[in-house]
């Protein structure tokens, strides 16, 4: 089996969960949602630099988020986010 050491060091905000990391085609998929019925923000602490994308379900029409090590991420109330990790 392969081993995939996580990027995901934390997420900094209160009511977002990380549900997912795993290998994608297009590099580190990164999958997370909002679970308080509440607008929230949070940060996404990555052990380094990654080029970041958002994208939808089927990890497709990307918006770039910029190259960093930390993400600053806006949910509504329930959303589901994906975000597209690459070196």
Avoid at 29 to 46: D, F, K, P, Q
Avoid at 57 to 68: M, N, Q
Wanted: hydrophobic fraction near 40%; glycine fraction near 6%.
């Amino acid at each position: 089996s392969a081993v995939c050491d996580s990027p995901v060091r934390e997420i900094v905000g209160d009511g977002i969960i990380v549900e997912s990391v795993r290998r994608g085609e297009a590099g580190i998929v990164v999958r997370l949602y909002e679970c308080e019925r509440s607008a929230a923000e949070g940060t996404l602490v990555l052990s380094r630099e990654f080029e970041a994308a958002e994208c939808n379900f089927l990890e497709e029409d990307e918006r770039p988020l910029g190259r960093s090590r930390m993400l600053k991420l806006a949910f509504r109330p329930f959303e589901i986010k994906t975000v597209l990790l690459r070196d």
